[in-house]
């Protein structure tokens, strides 16, 4: 079972940056795709970005292309998001997942260890 533990979230203001990261334990890490999904209450969880185990490919949902950045260092079993340019609408908490599969997927249910999220405010 691989277990992922994100941290790096907090409160920041509007137009502000946050690096948030995910690591991983248990299992061996490279085989393995990587996503960041989101949820803000009331709301269905949604995906952000996702890496392919070698880090050559990336895919992001439109609303954060040129504001995110997904990236990962496999020496150091870590996935990170640096999120630039945030908005009061990206206020949720921020979950790593990692896919069976090493090839990036876009689908919740695509993704089968998740972490136990980190909270990111956007507010003045």
């Known amino acids: 079972q691989l277990q992922l533990v994100e941290s790096g979230g907090g409160l920041v203001q509007p137009g502000g940056s946050l690096r948030l990261s995910c690591v991983a334990s248990?299992?061996?890490?490279?085989?393995?795709?990587v996503g960041w999904f989101r949820q803000a209450p009331g709301k269905e969880r949604e995906f952000v970005a996702s890496?392919?185990?070698?880090?050559?490919?990336?895919y992001y949902a439109d609303s954060m292309k040129g504001r995110f950045t997904i990236s990962r260092d496999n020496a150091k079993n870590t996935v990170a998001l640096q999120m630039n340019s945030l908005k009061p609408e990206d206020t949720a908490v921020y979950y790593c997942?990692?896919?069976?599969?090493?090839?990036?997927?876009?689908?919740?249910?695509?993704?089968?260890?998740w972490g136990q999220g980190t909270q990111v405010t956007v507010s003045s």
């Open positions: 997942a990692a896919r069976d599969s090493t090839w990036p997927g876009t689908k919740p249910y695509e993704y089968t260890s």
């Open positions: 248990g299992r061996p890490f490279s085989g393995h795709a």
């Open positions: 890496i392919s185990w070698s880090g050559g490919t990336t």
